[in-house]
Nanobody, 126 residues
Framework: QVQLAESGGGSVQAGGSLKLSCTAS????????MGWYRQRPGEEREWISC????????YFRDSVRGRFTASRDNSKNTLYLQMASVKPEDAATYYC???????????????????WGQGTEVTVST
């Protein structure tokens, strides 16, 4: 049974940093690219990042590029999202997801994701 468990959310001051984790089980984590999404109240979930299987090829939406980094530890079946220079608009519930569809080890425009975790909430104080 595929399971994703996000953690590490909490309150952070604007300009501060926070590191989120996503622990995976029920599938061969090292074979899949992984993604991060977020959802603000009343809004649709939006894609944040994709990290390829190799842990090197990483992609970010424009609004977080240069501030967020993604990494993975395949020995721990864990995906990370390091958030820096956090802005009020980064406040959201953050989710990790598994690449599905074709070329599941890669990231590309239009790549599909599935198997969401329960999310971890990030609040930003000013």
């Amino acid at each position: 049974q595929v399971q994703l468990a996000e953690s590490g959310g909490g309150s952070v001051q604007a300009g501060g940093s926070l590191k989120l984790s996503c622990t995976a089980s029920g599938f061969t984590f090292s074979d899949f690219a992984m993604g991060w999404y977020r959802q603000r109240p009343g809004e649709e979930r939006e894609w944040i990042s994709c990290l390829a299987k190799n842990g090197i090829d990483a992609y970010f939406r424009d609004s977080v590029r240069g501030r967020f980094t993604a990494s993975r530890d395949n020995s721990k079946n864990t995906l990370y999202l390091q958030m820096a220079s956090v802005k009020p608009e980064d406040a959201a519930t953050y989710y990790c997801a598994i690449r599905t569809g074709f070329y599941r080890d890669l990231c590309y425009d239009g790549a599909e994701f599935g198997y969401w975790g329960q999310g971890t909430e990030v609040t930003v104080s000013t």
